[in-house]
């Protein structure tokens, strides 16, 4: 079966650490994989995109690999800040026609 | 510009009754879409609409479920009858992009709903 998988435990880091996500996927072929944001009570707010590819993409204190023979992609958080606590959600396009699957996220806490 | 508007923003219903959302997509964007996500869980794509017409509804409920997109603009997705396991937030969101290529979404608040 199809499956997009990120840790379901939260992620509990101190201030200051480099936070790091993962997401795992079966039996796709995406042609690129984003990363979403989302705060409770809202909805999940567009960060970074990765094409197939693309090894690694940076946006200020993000950085995202996308590893297609591991079927993996990694999220990091560098210098990270008690406002970046919040889930992130990886979504793959699965059909080349913008068709997104989503992960179940992973709950970031980022202590003072 | 103005993000992607829903109404309502909260909804308690009995079961069996029928509820509709409202959702006004970025103004321009050619695709919508309407996920549901169960607390704890990722969204889950119901429908994705290009313009006016249907590219992809195959895990919505087609028994209780229903969306439209008249106009091209303006979707609503409507539930009847509702059962307990609709318990959920509906997201609508919208791209810009009219075929293939890199698409960003833009979500709005979301419709809280709560199934009795």
């Known amino acids: 079966s199809q499956k997009i998988e990120q840790n379901s435990e939260a992620l509990n880091i101190q201030e200051g650490k480099t936070a790091t996500l993962t997401c795992n996927y079966t039996?796709?072929?995406?042609?690129?994989l984003q990363w979403y944001r989302q705060d409770p009570g809202r909805g999940p707010v567009f960060l970074l995109l990765i094409r197939e590819n693309e090894k690694e993409k940076r946006k200020e204190r993000l950085k995202v690999t996308f590893d297609t023979t591991l079927k993996q992609s990694l999220f990091h958080i560098t210098a990270s800040q008690p406002a970046d606590s919040a889930t992130y959600l990886c979504?793959?396009?699965?059909?080349?026609?913008?068709?997104?699957?989503f992960g179940s996220g992973t709950k970031l806490n980022v202590k003072p | 510009e103005a993000g992607v508007a829903q109404s309502p923003r909260y909804k308690i219903i009995e079961k069996r009754q029928s509820v509709a959302f409202w959702c006004n997509p970025i103004s321009g964007h050619a695709t919508l879409y309407w996920y549901q996500q169960i607390l704890g869980q990722g969204p889950k794509l119901l429908i994705q609409f290009q313009n006016n017409g249907v590219v992809d509804d195959s895990q919505l409920p087609k028994d209780r479920f229903s969306a439209e997109r008249l106009k091209g603009v303006d979707s609503t997705l409507k539930i009847q009858p509702a059962k307990l396991e609709d318990s959920a937030v509906y997201l609508c969101?919208?791209?810009?992009?009219?075929?293939?290529?890199?698409?960003?979404?833009?979500f709005g608040p979301g419709t809280r709903l709560l199934v009795l």
């Open positions: 979504a793959l396009d699965i059909s080349n026609f913008n068709k997104f699957y």
């Open positions: 039996n796709y072929s995406p042609a690129y």
């Open positions: 969101a919208s791209s810009r992009g009219t075929s293939g290529g890199v698409q960003t979404q833009y």
